[in-house]
Structure formats: C-alpha cells, structure tokens
C-alpha cells in the first residue's frame, strides 16, 4: 500500500499569491512522489485556524479538518519562511496546536504521532535557516514524529537581497540534492516504521 504525505503552507501570504514557501513545498512534495507516495497540500493561512492548543478549540475552528489530513498521512511535511530569524507564526501555531498530541498519549506511552515521519523545510532572505530548522526540529519530536537522516532542506537568499527562491531560474544543486536525499530517507523511514512501530513502553 502507497504511502501518503501532506504538506502544510506555513507562508503569510494567502489564497493565489505567489509564495517561496509553496514552491520548496512542492519540490519535497514532488520528490517524495517519485517514491510512490500520494502527496498532498494545504496554505494555513487560508484556513481559520484558531489559536490555542487543544485538538479543537471550537466555534469554526478549521484546525481539526487539517489535523485530521495530517494524522491520516504518514509522512508530514512542514514549510515555513524565515521572519525575524524564526519560523513564521503560522508554523508556531501549528505546532502548538499539535500540542493537543500530549494530552492523548496512551496507557502504553505510545503518542499517536508515533510511527509518522517528519520533514521541516525552510526558505529566506535572511540567516538563520538552521536555527529555523531547530526549533521545528525540537517541537516535531516533543510530540512524536520521527525526522529522516540528512541534512535538511532550505534556501536562503543573499542578506538583504531581493531574490526569491520561487524567482530562481532553477534550483541550485545542493538544494535539489539535499531534497532528493530527504525525501528518499523519509519513505525509507516511514515504511520501516510502518513494518516495525515503535513498541508499547513496559511498566
């Protein structure tokens, strides 16, 4: 059975604008398709995602309908641009509301996020990509994903430059290749975990 993999926007740029985020989404996602796995994709910001972190914090909340894609998926691919050295706030929103993961951990330790697998990818005009890259990196695990071996993939424009990496003629070989690299280590994860969960914790 193919696996699946979803993406989520984390750009503040809503409906059809162009977005440097949509577009390394879409290289991962379509790096991760060439290994039979079905991909799919949503903006945030077009959807009314309510702060807090709780599964559901009611009264229109569009969170559950996206964490409900999420959790069906077995790979989740998570993209955000650098602002003011950090993740942009809708990347910090979802991860506190994936917050809600601890409160349904199981009588056997097991979190429901254990066994999915997670990509962070990150892109910029300004520094910080790695640091991006590590506080995504710390929240994924804290609430049970599994992130693939390998450097991880971004792109980051010269300081104070006005060039776009949804502007670039094509991507630059380290990008693509450490894309291509993330990508095939993700499925090669998710399917051992799918093979092999991770097992109850023993009282």
Not at 13 to 42: C, I, N
Not at 48 to 69: F, I, M, N, Q, T
Not at 158 to 163: D, L, P, R, V, Y
């Amino acid at each position: 059975m193919s696996l699946t993999a979803f993406g989520l926007n984390c750009t503040l740029k809503s409906g059809d604008a162009p977005s440097s985020t949509q577009s390394m989404l879409d290289q991962v996602l379509e790096a991760l398709a060439q290994h039979d796995v079905r991909t799919s994709s949503a903006r945030v910001v077009d959807h009314d995602v309510k702060p807090g972190v709780s599964a559901d914090e009611g009264d229109g909340d569009a969170w559950p309908a996206l964490r409900a894609r999420l959790m069906a998926a077995e790979i989740f691919v998570i993209a955000t641009p650098i602002w003011v050295g950090h993740p942009s706030s809708i990347a910090q929103r979802v991860l506190e509301r994936l917050d809600a993961v601890l409160d349904e951990i199981g009588d056997d330790g097991r979190y429901p996020t254990f066994g999915k697998v997670a990509i962070p990818a990150v892109v910029g005009n300004e520094d910080g990509a790695h640091h991006v890259h590590a506080q995504l990196c710390q929240g994924l695990v804290d609430v049970g994903f599994t992130i693939p071996a390998g450097s991880p993939p971004y792109w980051v424009g010269e300081a104070m430059g006005s060039t776009d990496f949804k502007d670039l003629d094509a991507t630059p070989d380290p990008v693509r290749e450490t894309i291509r690299t993330v990508a095939s280590n993700a499925v090669h994860l998710a399917r051992l975990l799918r093979a092999q969960p991770y097992p109850p914790i023993k009282g």
